[in-house]
């Protein structure tokens, strides 16, 4: 009989995040102030961020200590199952050993609060009195939403126009954790006000208005879901108890390690520790990080500094980007449709560290309604991403008949995503990919450093 599930227990959880850029070839490049085009130091950040995630942002450090009081609250659901997908194997016909690491198993359903619990924990030791955030499909919200209910800190979320009007059990999660949520752009900002009231949003101006809110109130800070080097950082414990549980389910290689990307955090988390792995000489796994056609920042954005919100308020980062004033598709991926990728995911593809596909949308919802059917997870639209991909790497080993050993990033669940479903179930869910005239006219736009 095949065991189906590999668990850690509490005292085998990582006590230490892990920082890859100790063990990258070549130094990323530094982000640079707006103004300046200078290089950002610890006082350009200050206003937004507590010293303690500062100090991480930049730091070269290979480990980073996980707090005793984030520790306490990670065990509320850490360490996550690593499940081997016995049910999908066989109705794929394949030899490899497929499974998958579930993040759909914390309060807030997904990933996220793996970085929303240290960063409310370091603001809260600065007697910060609110944070506030953007949010795409609803995820991030609600994760700093929770955490910010644990520490006593009220929580104001921007959400991304067409996610707030077609996600409304989103907003509602958001709220019953406490959180306050404005449709983004809303007419509390300058940043908002640029826009028209019906605009769709993007993740972008989402973060402009944060932002600017944060930055004019001294009790306040700003909060970021993905992206930054230290919220990459926070995610790792998901790679760093795969290793583990692989290492209990027998395997000793590693063939494939697939995540879906939007801004990075949840495709770092788990694929960062594998690269290190391979840096060392200790594996050679191919690592994949998958993005939809309608928003693909890595296959066909430029690498390059551009702003990381759309008004032009954050630093310029260097990163592959379509453009800090581009406007993605409203596909169901919310979490998916960001103009950029996180700066540490971007260097490590142009390393060629990493190797960045795009998939349709329609191709993903068939995939995870297979998925459903033969392992009982409804996976976030996100997460359906790195689930077709899966499914390519699997058919393609029972074409060459080879014993692979896939892991897969679950990022989250879709439970409160079946207004989806229920477009891909009854036809109307259309790919939409990215042309060339659009590529084109949102890069345009890029500054030239």
Request: with cysteine.
């Amino acid at each position: 009989m095949s065991q189906h599930k590999f668990v850690l227990d509490e005292s085998e959880m990582p006590t230490h995040w892990y920082n890859i850029v100790a063990d990258l070839p070549t130094p990323p490049p530094p982000p640079l102030h707006p103004g300046t085009r200078e290089p950002v130091g610890p006082d350009d950040l200050a206003p937004l961020f507590p010293i303690e995630l500062i100090m991480q942002e930049v730091s070269g450090e290979r480990f980073v200590e996980i707090p005793e009081a984030v520790r306490e609250v990670y065990r509320q659901w850490r360490p996550s199952p690593l499940i081997r997908a016995v049910r999908l194997e066989e109705k794929l016909g394949t030899p490899a050993r497929i499974y998958y690491k579930y993040e759909g198993v914390s309060p807030a359903g997904s990933h996220k609060v793996n970085t929303s619990v240290p960063q409310v924990y370091y603001n809260s030791l600065h007697g910060v009195k609110r944070l506030t955030t953007e949010t795409g499909a609803g995820q991030w919200g609600t994760a700093l939403a929770y955490a910010c209910s644990l520490f006593g800190i009220d929580c104001e979320v921007w959400q991304v126009g067409t996610s707030f009007d077609t996600k409304p059990q989103r907003r509602t999660l958001i709220e019953v954790f406490g959180g306050k949520v404005h449709r983004s752009p809303s007419r509390l900002t300058e940043s908002g006000k640029a826009f028209p009231e019906d605009h769709p949003g993007t993740l972008g101006i989402a973060i402009s208005e944060a932002v600017e809110v944060a930055a004019q109130d001294p009790d306040s800070k700003y909060s970021l879901g993905s992206v930054l080097n230290h919220v990459l950082l926070h995610q790792t414990v998901i790679g760093e108890e795969a290793l583990r549980q692989l290492a209990k389910a027998g395997e000793d290689k590693v063939d494939l390690v697939i995540g879906c990307a939007g801004g990075g955090s949840n495709f770092a988390g788990l694929a960062f520790p594998f690269v290190r792995e391979n840096l060392t000489g200790n594996a050679n796994a191919r690592i994949v990080a998958v993005e939809p056609t309608s928003c693909p920042t890595m296959t066909r954005g430029d690498y390059r500094y551009d702003f990381g919100d759309t008004v032009g308020l954050t630093p310029l980062m260097k990163m592959y980007t379509l453009g800090h004033g581009f406007v993605p598709s409203t596909i169901h991926a919310g979490g998916l449709r960001y103009h950029g990728m996180a700066p540490l995911v971007s260097h490590a593809v142009h390393e060629g560290l990493i190797e960045p596909v795009a998939l349709h949308q329609r191709e993903c919802f068939e995939t995870a309604i297979e998925f459903a059917r033969t392992e009982g997870i409804v996976p976030a639209p996100e997460s359906s991403h790195a689930l077709a991909q899966m499914r390519r790497e699997a058919l393609a080993a029972k074409e060459s008949g080879e014993e692979k050993v896939i892991v897969v990033g679950l990022s989250g669940h879709g439970l409160l995503e079946l207004g989806a479903y229920d477009e891909y179930l009854s036809g109307r869910l259309e790919d939409d990919p990215l042309s060339e005239d659009s590529l084109q006219a949102a890069l345009a736009e890029v500054p030239v450093v």
